[in-house]
DNA sequence: TGAAATGTTGGGGCG
DNA sequence: ACGCCCCAACATTTC
């Protein structure tokens, strides 16, 4: 047996605070790997931004690791042992996942290396706590997210303080017939370059993910709690898509909001900035203890509920041409950025369910294909949240106006007149529902609703009534 | 992590 | 001066 330690790479695509990363190098001379595993994911695999990111990130994780990183393509639960009995290796590490696909996988890959000589290293990496970590005195998990917040996360053990990055990696020689494929061979790219319009929006690698921190611990944190409402405001971290993939751990910025020095900044805006770390947990938790979350309403009264199925009102939709300025808005700086502001999510996702009458996994499946964060569990979770199906549900009735809404949070018309140019001209009176707007406004303002701008593809107050309607019937 | 409908109050205009 | 109406502004209830 050599001294070999392989390190597989997963979701946690980082250097510091990677306990399964240090544990590999102090047992050997690291291998490090990543496997494209399509074959297990199955239903679940990656959507088109995901893929984007991720044929960038490992470009960067290579740089780091100074060109040992090695790529793979297939099923793991035959590559990782395959590598294994291949390198004669002492050791295999790595972060646990928790998405259903994965823990299955794990478990099968971990239970065949029981059976042998080659150790296993399994740390968790990725989460503040582990979902098993968080239950309730009875030792049932928690259905409802304040409680699980101040009584679960906020009285357990606090997360482990953030470990250095190893220095001196001792690398494994790289033997050729591997099976090893190049970056380009994993074909991660699609093929029209929509990605191209993505890459000026984001810095990606673990040095982005420290840079975002620091900017917005600098410049966003104070006044995040109200200020988070607003999209055109800098108050967000936009730090998801680097936890998702583990360019940060949640640990590094738990500890990171320990150790800030600026007493200037209140302790609602930290308190509420963990709060929305610890959603993150909850939708763990969801998933562990509902691995169907992803395709079936948790709440079973909601299995039989009868959406609406029209591909030209979710094409619409989709598109960012549903005539409603703020819903519009947020599906282009989707589609343009990868990414978009949560307020605006939930603005346009309660439009699909409750305005559209769209069945909710539409729009799971839509931002699972264009989201640079996309996240089985936070996916999932807020989508049946917003449809009032999941734990914790809005109720039935808090149906938002995305007219009022807009008015509310967008109230200079900063980011509407940004994503949707074509309305920029309009006065703020009359740019969150430019249908009502009088004549001689809009061709002042070169608007010809229909033509160059949607007119609005449903009546928000009737189409509102009539989803209270069917929510009630449930009730 | 709503919105709309309904109810209440109080100031000002006006006969 | 007084009563009446109107209607913001705010509060409460309902979905």
């Known amino acids: 047996m050599s001294d070999i330690a392989i390190h597989w790479f997963r979701q946690d695509l980082r250097l510091s605070d990677n306990p399964a990363l240090a544990k590999a190098v102090e047992q050997g001379t690291l291998l490090p790997v990543y496997i494209l595993d399509d074959d297990n994911a199955g239903p679940d695999a990656m959507g088109g931004a995901s893929r984007w990111w991720l044929h960038e990130a490992l470009g ?53 290396f029981d059976a042998q000589d080659c150790g296993t290293i399994r740390l968790n990496g990725s989460l503040l706590w582990e979902p098993w970590a968080i239950q309730k005195q009875d030792g049932t998990p928690y259905k409802v997210f304040t409680p699980f917040f101040r009584k679960g996360c906020l009285q357990a053990p606090p997360p482990a303080a953030p470990m250095e990055a190893p220095d001196d990696i001792a690398f494994a020689k790289p033997q050729e017939d591997d099976g090893a494929i190049s970056l380009g061979e994993l074909s991660l790219l699609p093929a029209v370059a929509w990605h191209k319009q993505l890459a000026p929006h984001w810095d990606i690698g673990e040095a982005g993910a420290q840079a975002a921190l620091k900017r917005f611990l600098d410049d966003g944190l104070n006044g995040y709690k109200s200020g988070r409402d607003v999209p055109s405001q800098p108050h967000v971290s936009r730090l998801s898509p680097y936890l998702h993939w583990g360019h940060i751990s949640p640990n590094q910025i738990w500890h990171a909001l320990d150790d800030l020095e ?5 302790d609602q805006d930290v308190d509420h900035f963990r709060s929305e770390l610890a959603w993150r947990e909850f939708s763990y938790s969801l998933l562990y203890y509902n691995p169907d979350l992803t395709k079936e309403p948790l709440q079973p009264k909601f299995a039989g509920f009868e959406w609406q199925d029209d591909p030209e009102m979710l094409s619409a939709w989709q598109k960012g041409r549903t005539g409603i300025p703020i819903v519009d808005a947020g599906m282009r700086e989707l589609w343009k950025t990868g990414y978009m502001h949560n307020r605006v999510r939930m603005i346009v996702a309660s439009f699909l369910i409750k305005n559209l009458h769209t069945d909710w996994r539409e729009g799971e499946a839509w931002f699972w294909d264009t989201l640079v964060d996309a996240d089985l569990a936070n996916n999932a979770a807020s989508w049946q949240w917003v449809a009032g199906c999941g734990a914790d549900a809005a109720p039935y009735f808090r149906i938002f106006n995305p007219v009022l809404q807009a008015e509310k949070f967008d109230a200079d018309g900063q980011y509407i007149r940004h994503y949707v140019p074509e309305l920029s001209k309009l006065p703020n009176k009359y740019l969150f529902k430019p249908w009502v707007a009088p004549k001689d406004i809009l061709t002042e303002a070169g608007v010809r609703l229909g033509e160059t701008y949607p007119a609005p593809i449903i009546d928000l107050k009737a189409s509102r009534e009539a989803a209270l309607d069917a929510y009630k019937a449930l009730s």
């Not at 290579?62 to 639960?77: E, I, P, S, T, W």
């Not at 996942?97 to 239970?111: G, L, N, T």
């Not at 600026?262 to 209140?266: E, Q, R, T, V, W």
């Open 262 to 266: 600026d007493d200037a900044i209140p």
């Open 60 to 112: 960067v994780l290579n740089d780091q690791l100074r060109g040992h990183l090695r790529l793979y393509k297939g099923d793991a639960r035959t590559i990782i042992p395959q590598l294994a009995a291949h390198y004669g290796a002492r050791v295999v590490s790595w972060t646990r996942c928790y998405e259903p696909w994965r823990m299955a996988r794990d478990k099968a890959i971990k239970d065949q």
